[in-house]
């Protein structure tokens, strides 16, 4: 055991460790306690990579589950979907014929617009889980 541990240490390190440890016993359960710290050690380093896998692969899942349920969902709305990605494509084309002046203003006034619409869907969605539990 302690050729082990002398091993690892340069042999200036070992000259200390040997200095400081003459009593035999106080020798073997330093080493001891040496070993068992590090085994420790090892232990919480490979518990907390199995950990963080587990978290890697349940957000992996979580992800790919909600993407298909993304795209369910979009695909429900059919041809509406392909009615507002056009629009939105046309607005956003005309912007691009402006100069970037007013290209700004047309974009940051479009970003409100859509922000607001979002806001209106999500009051939606809100009153409509409401109406849905009673």
């Known amino acids: 055991m302690e050729l082990m541990l002398t091993n690892c240490l340069n042999p ?3 000259k200390i ?3 400081k ?4 016993t106080l020798k073997f359960q330093q080493l ?10 090892k232990d919480v380093i490979l518990s907390i990579g ?10 992996e899942e979580t992800f790919t589950v909600g993407a298909k349920r993304d795209a369910r969902d979009i695909q429900a709305l059919g041809g509406n979907v392909e009615n507002v990605v056009k629009g939105f494509e ?6 691009k014929k402006r100069n970037y ?12 617009l859509l922000e607001e619409q979002i806001n209106l869907i999500n009051a939606r969605v809100e009153l409509v889980k409401r109406l849905k539990s009673k």
């Open 12 to 14: 200036l390190q070992t």
């Open 101 to 112: 002046t007013d290209e700004e203003k047309l974009l940051k006034g479009y970003k409100k």
């Open 32 to 41: 001891a306690s040496l070993k068992d710290a590090t085994a420790s050690f």
């Open 50 to 59: 199995k950990k963080a896998q587990e978290i890697r692969d349940k957000a």
């Open 90 to 95: 046309d607005t956003m084309t005309e912007i």
């Open 21 to 24: 440890m003459k009593d035999p």
């Open 17 to 19: 460790l040997v200095r």
